[in-house]
């Protein structure tokens, strides 16, 4: 993973190299940007929560 990428903070855990929207229908935050990230250790400074199993 590089030091750029984006992440979604909806509970899908999903990451991209490139700028854009979540893609997946089930996520909280589905069709919403993408937030900008550069860590370097695949945390993400814990802004990705995953989601809770009902």
């Known amino acids: ?3 750029k990428h984006y ?3 909806g509970g899908c855990l999903g ?3 490139k ?8 996520c909280p935050k ?3 940007p993408l937030e900008l990230c ?3 250790d695949g945390k993400h400074y814990n ?8």
């Open 38 to 40: 550069n860590c370097k």
């Open 30 to 32: 589905h069709e919403h």
């Open 7 to 9: 992440i979604c903070t």
């Open 15 to 17: 990451v991209s190299d």
């Open 47 to 54: 802004r990705q929560n995953k989601k809770s199993a009902n």
């Open 1 to 3: 993973m590089g030091d």
């Open 19 to 26: 700028p854009g929207v979540c893609q997946a229908p089930d």
